[in-house]
């Protein structure tokens, strides 16, 4: 008979023995998937005695994860601002840095409610949702080019009861987009693509469209910053997160007269990572 806490114990010591990033978290949160409970109740009662069907789960869960496989595409879901959305392996799991653009947006919107929404590049749906539950009557747009990631995103609206406000479009960045937003928010694909075969496993796992953002990884971004104009209202915001060391050639981007001067926005790890720019 082995307790909760040996049980993510041992499990702990083998994803650092294996080198893989934050041990601990993947640890526990395996251990909360398996429970069906919180990582606060798995450190709060880490003496209790885990069944030994659950402790196989544990087991089994562990092993793919030691083999490389994102945890959020083992167990189909991942927690973005304290909601669970399911995930695919078509889909990019959502970041924590994604929750800080949501949360640092809001200081630089003009007005307290935007009531038209545009969520580009949407994949999961992470954006666009936690905003329909942020701004409770806007009308919210969410985009992007693959079906697949669109599929992904409805489900996770119907399941979190929100698929009422939000309309869905395939679209190659604005070229189905329809409208003025006072909000355009996206996390586009910004990864140089030479990079790409130096990241992880875990990351190699996640779909090419999600992270390839062309040579100098700036190809969607550029893209964005040149045609958002025509769709934000007057002091309309566009906010963006961006890669390591690409903020200032982003704000260049912004040297025209449709923009004010933008502000960028350090993520916890104190990198540049997000651009807020109003439209003028
Ligand atoms: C970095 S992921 C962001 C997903 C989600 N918004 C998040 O933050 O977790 C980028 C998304 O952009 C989509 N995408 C790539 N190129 C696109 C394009 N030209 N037009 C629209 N969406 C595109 C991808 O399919 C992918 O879902």
């Not at 009861?161 to 909000?183: C, S």
């Not at 958002?228 to 007269?257: C, D, M, R, T, W």
Request: glycine share 8%.
């Amino acid at each position: 008979m082995i307790t909760i806490g040996q049980l993510v114990n041992n499990g702990i010591k083998k994803l650092e023995e294996a080198g893989i990033d934050e041990p601990a978290a993947n640890g526990e949160l395996i251990a909360a998937f398996v429970l069906n409970k919180s990582r606060t109740y798995i450190r709060a009662f880490g003496q209790n005695i885990i069944h030994e069907k659950e402790e196989a789960l544990f087991n089994k869960i562990l092993g793919e994860k030691l083999r490389g496989r994102p945890l959020a595409h083992i167990i189909g879901e991942a927690e973005f601002l304290g909601r669970l959305f399911s995930i695919s392996p078509t889909v990019l799991i959502p970041r924590p840095e994604t929750e800080e653009l949501i949360e640092q947006s809001l200081k630089h919107l003009s007005i307290s409610q935007p009531q038209n929404i545009l969520d580009l590049c949407t994949g999961s749906g992470c954006i666009a949702i936690s905003l329909a539950f942020l701004f409770k009557t806007a009308k919210i747009t969410s985009a992007d080019i693959s079906a697949e990631a669109l599929k992904v995103a409805l489900k996770n609206a119907q399941n979190l009861n929100v698929e009422q406000r939000i309309n869905f479009v395939k679209t190659d960045l604005f070229e189905q987009i329809e409208g003025k937003f006072d909000f355009i928010i996206s996390n586009p694909p910004y990864i140089p693509t030479d990079i790409i075969a130096t990241l992880s496993p875990e990351v190699k796992c996640e779909p090419n469209l999600a992270l390839d953002g062309g040579a100098d990884g700036l190809r969607i971004i550029e893209k964005i910053v040149k045609e958002a104009p025509k769709y934000l209202s007057k002091n309309g915001l566009l906010a963006l997160e961006i890669g390591h060391g690409q903020a200032q050639k982003v704000v260049e981007f912004f040297k025209s007269k449709e923009w004010l001067a933008p502000k960028t926005g350090k993520d916890i790890a104190g990198i540049e990572r997000f651009i807020f720019a109003q439209k003028k």
